[in-house]
C-alpha cells in the first residue's frame, strides 16, 4: 500500500537541491498546494479521496501519515527528509501528524479541488473500499 519515493539529491556549492522527475509520476501533476502554520501534535486529514493521487513530500520538519486501506491494512510513514516522497493513491483513508514546528507538506495532486471527491465518514469509506474490491 505504501510506496515510498527517493527524490535525487545534488550537492552543490552551499547547497543541496532535491529533484523529483516528472517520469517517476504515475499521473500528470495538476495542481500543487502546500499546507503549513500548524502546530505540533495536530492530526489532520481523517478522509479518503475516490480518484485523486497525490505525491506527498515534507521539505521541512517531519509529519507521520498514516495510511488506512478499509480492508484491515494501516500503515504509518515518517516523512522527515526532503529525500522522501510518499505516493498515496485512491480509496485510502489519511491522516497526517505534525511532528515537529513549521513542518511543510507538500503535496502534488492528479486533478483540481473537487469536494465531492472526498469521502469524510469512515463507515462510508469502509463501504466504498469494500466495494473497490468486489
Ligand atoms: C489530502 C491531504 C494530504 C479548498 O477549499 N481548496 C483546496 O484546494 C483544498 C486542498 C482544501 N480546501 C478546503 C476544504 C476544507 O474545508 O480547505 C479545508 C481543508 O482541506 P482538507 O480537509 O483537504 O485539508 P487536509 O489538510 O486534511 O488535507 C490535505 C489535502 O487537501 C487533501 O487532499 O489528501 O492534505
Known amino acids: 500500500m505504501e510506496k515510498?519515493?527517493?527524490l535525487q539529491k545534488i550537492?552543490?556549492?552551499e547547497a543541496r537541491i532535491f529533484v523529483f522527475e516528472g517520469e517517476k509520476f504515475d499521473f500528470d501533476v495538476k495542481r500543487i498546494y502546500f499546507t503549513r502554520d500548524v502546530p505540533v501534535g495536530q492530526i489532520r486529514?481523517?478522509?479518503?479521496h475516490k480518484t485523486l493521487q497525490q505525491v506527498l513530500l515534507c521539505p521541512h520538519g517531519a509529519i507521520r501519515v498514516t495510511l488506512d486501506d478499509?480492508?484491515?491494512n494501516k500503515e504509518s510513514a515518517i516523512l522527515d527528509t526532503?529525500?522522501?516522497?510518499?505516493y498515496v493513491g485512491p480509496?485510502?483513508?489519511r491522516t497526517?501528524?505534525?511532528?515537529?514546528?513549521?513542518?511543510l507538506l507538500l503535496v502534488f495532486a492528479s486533478q483540481n479541488y473537487i469536494a465531492e471527491d472526498y469521502i469524510r465518514d469512515y463507515d462510508l469509506f469502509l463501504g466504498f473500499a469494500r466495494n473497490q474490491f468486489k
Open 96 to 103: 497526517m501528524e505534525w511532528l515537529k514546528p513549521e513542518s
Open 82 to 86: 526532503p529525500e522522501k516522497g510518499l
Open 70 to 72: 478499509g480492508l484491515g
Open 11 to 13: 550537492t552543490s556549492e
Open 45 to 48: 486529514g481523517h478522509h479518503a
Open 4 to 6: 515510498l519515493l527517493q
Open 91 to 93: 480509496a485510502l483513508w
